[in-house]
């Protein structure tokens, strides 16, 4: 079945360092979604990307989706104390979660 | 508007038991889908409904059920309660396909003891 892992599992950054998570699939994804969860929260919803090599930005947060559409990424630059969370990609074909990518920012 | 609402927050429960846990969906949300999320770890897909019909199940056991109503409304059913089941139980609304997110409850604490 289809899998989805994250990478890395764990992200310490001092503040105003940049961050990436990366999400791989091990099938092609008709598209794929991204959310955040705080801590003691539940995700929600940041962004779905849809179309190969798809970019999108919304503010310090930057989305891409792979050529091949096995791939996706997100990158915060100048990271913030209110960045910190646990970020999840989804693959909406059967929607299975990434295993999220911890993020902890140091003031 | 109410987001999505879930109930009850927490639950406690003894390994055997069953428990239903519910979900009321944003208004003119027809898809409702449950996960299970065990601390850290992504949440885990177990059943999407869309127009009262079950549309997707994961990899959960048949102790796992659930139903949508006409109001869209959602129950989430676990029979033969195992400690293992403890978990955040997130119920997530979507309009139709879920193009513009799925828009997630607070989720029910459960703990089996």
């Known amino acids: 079945g289809q899998q989805v892992m994250q990478i890395p599992q764990y992200q310490h950054v001092q503040e105003g360092e940049d961050f990436t998570t990366y999400c791989n699939s091990s099938?092609?994804?008709?598209?794929i979604q991204w959310y955040k969860q705080r801590p003691g929260g539940h995700p929600v919803f940041l962004i779905q990307l849809v179309k190969s090599g798809e970019v999108k930005k919304q503010k310090r947060l930057t989305f891409q989706f792979g050529e091949a559409k096995k791939n996706s990424s997100l990158h915060i630059t100048a990271t913030q104390t209110t960045d910190v969370g646990t970020y999840f990609c989804?693959?909406?074909?059967?929607?299975?979660f990434g295993s999220g990518t911890k993020l902890n920012v140091k003031p | 508007d109410a987001g999505v609402t879930q109930s009850p927050t927490h639950l406690i429960k003894t390994r055997g038991q069953h428990v239903t846990l519910r979900c009321s969906p944003i208004?003119?949300?027809?898809?409702v889908s449950w996960y299970q999320q065990v601390l850290g770890q992504g949440p885990q897909f177990i059943f999407q409904?869309?127009?009262?019909?079950?549309?997707g199940r994961g990899n959960f056991p048949d102790r796992f059920s659930a139903r949508q109503f006409p109001n869209y409304s959602s129950e989430l059913n676990v029979n033969a309660l195992l400690l293992g089941d403890s978990a955040l139980y997130l119920c997530a609304s979507s309009l139709g396909d879920g193009a513009y997110g799925y828009t997630f409850g607070s989720g029910t604490r459960l703990t089996v003891v």
């Open positions: 409904y869309y127009e009262k019909e079950e549309r």
């Open positions: 989804a693959g909406t074909d059967k929607f299975y």
């Open positions: 099938t092609t994804l008709s598209n």
């Open positions: 208004s003119g949300h027809k898809s």
